[in-house]
């Protein structure tokens, strides 16, 4: 028996914890995405960069500066320049990695954070967990994450 007052487990609501967990993980995945995509663009990108600035006897900065000049001005730009440009600023790789990363890790944490333990009749159940499982398999070889607020909510 309880004393007045104590919380227990079946008191909280285990779907807002779970939805709680997820938002915090997304986030810490977010930000070490980042991280390893400034590192990843400064350690190869970069060094690229330079190397082709050298062949022009330019500096990476001033490389950058004649390739902005030169897809600004639409006139010039014939063959998708603006577009190929965009791949290799700093700023859109970072973004394109987070994006990717995004897409692999959402599924797995969906399937790992929110399928709560206790199903209908309050037994331990692994049941939504392979319905979760499923899911993020399928989203993952469709390429589309497939995961809306409805169907975080089918747990």
Same mark, same amino acid.
């Given at each position: *028996?309880?004393?007045?007052?104590? @919380? %227990?487990?079946?008191?909280?609501?285990?779907?807002?914890?779970? +939805?709680?967990? /997820?938002?915090?993980? +997304?986030? &810490?995945?977010? %930000?070490?995405?980042?991280?390893?995509?400034? !590192?990843?663009?400064?350690? +190869? =990108?970069?060094?690229?960069?330079?190397?082709?600035?050298?062949?022009? $006897?330019?500096?990476?900065?001033?490389?950058?500066? *004649?390739? *902005?000049?030169?897809?600004?001005? *639409?006139?010039? $730009?014939?063959?998708?320049?603006? @577009?190929?440009?965009?791949?290799?600023?700093?700023?859109?790789?970072?973004?394109?990695?987070?994006? $990717?990363? =995004?897409?692999?890790? +959402?599924?797995? =944490?969906? $399937? @790992?954070?929110?399928?709560?333990?206790?199903?209908?009749?309050? !037994?331990? %159940?692994?049941?939504?967990?392979? &319905?979760?499982?499923?899911?993020?398999? &399928?989203? /993952?070889?469709?390429? %589309? !994450?497939?995961?809306? /607020?409805?169907?975080?909510?089918?747990?």
């Amino acid at each position: *028996e309880r004393s007045k007052g104590e @919380t %227990s487990s079946e008191s909280l609501n285990e779907l807002n914890g779970r +939805v709680f967990l /997820l938002q915090l993980m +997304v986030g &810490q995945t977010i %930000s070490r995405a980042k991280e390893i995509a400034g !590192t990843a663009y400064d350690r +190869v =990108l970069l060094p690229v960069l330079e190397d082709v600035a050298d062949m022009f $006897c330019l500096g990476w900065e001033e490389l950058v500066t *004649e390739i *902005e000049s030169f897809v600004g001005d *639409e006139k010039n $730009c014939k063959h998708e320049e603006q @577009t190929t440009y965009g791949f290799i600023k700093r700023d859109h790789f970072v973004n394109m990695y987070v994006g $990717c990363v =995004l897409c692999i890790a +959402v599924p797995m =944490l969906h $399937c @790992t954070v929110l399928p709560p333990l206790l199903d209908d009749r309050m !037994t331990i %159940s692994s049941a939504q967990y392979q &319905q979760a499982v499923q899911i993020a398999k &399928q989203s /993952l070889v469709s390429g %589309s !994450t497939g995961l809306n /607020l409805r169907n975080l909510l089918t747990f």
